[in-house]
């Protein structure tokens, strides 16, 4: 397939995981820097928690310890899945063994009903289509909520999911956070193999952006609706920084301390 047949696709971030390995303590951080973060669950059974922001995108916190019994069986079930080649089993690897910080990030479409139409247009950009993977949770409203999601088979690269059915609606509260934070403005990828990187974003966004030299390092930039994803080449694969959109002049630095590693959280005034 050549560049100039790609279809371009209408996607952009719906969410951005942050692993943890203290869900309490990573809620507090994360209050601590401005913003407001909200349990989904049972405060007290509860594994993730989320930064819900006015753009309709949302950072995740989650947490994978348990009982050393429990790990024995996530790991077996991981190594049955793995055997069976099931597209999403590289990614709940890395969830599951991958260091504190940013694990991953998820697409939306842009438009409730192009969900099924954006799979189409994916397989004929050249990529594989599985699935997609039907999932579901009861909400602590006793809510049944159902979506979908579809894993291009390498973890490397985001996962893609439908919109939640019946919708989930943040209140005004959840979305208002005292430092301003009003959207995901950047997100800086650093990729090892980049050019095969490169081709698959292609693929992927059915985009062609230019390719810029910043001495040995190659980076391009895709766009995602408001957002601008980087992709630089780098020595490893990893979000190295998500910028924030926000309503309060000016740009800075968050003091995340340990959560992230040596990856970065910025706000920055910028319309979104």
Known sequence: MTTESLQEISLKIGHVLIKVSDLRAAKSDFEQMGFTVTLPSDPKKSVNAMVYLRDDSFIELYCMNMSPAKMVVAKAA??????????????????????EGFSDYALDSNGDAAFAH??????????????PQKKWHV?????RRTWSIYHPGDARFPF????????RIPTE????????AIGISELWFYAKDWEYSYGFYQKLLGQVPQVAEDGEARQSCFSLGRTSLFLTEGSTDCIRKLVLSCEKPGKKRLDCGHLLGRAEL???????
């Open 160 to 167: 893609y999911m439908s919109p939640f059915s019946p919708p």
């Open 173 to 180: 509260a959840m979305t208002t956070h005292v430092n301003g």
């Open 266 to 272: 910025w706000l920055h005034t910028k319309a979104n």
């Open 118 to 131: 954006n799979l189409e247009m994916l397989k004929q950009n050249g990529l594989p289509v599985h699935g």
């Open 139 to 143: 909400d602590t409203e006793g809510v």
């Open 78 to 99: 991981l190594g049955i899945i793995t055997k069976m080649g099931v597209p999403s089993a590289g990614r709940y690897r890395k969830y599951l063994a991958g260091p």
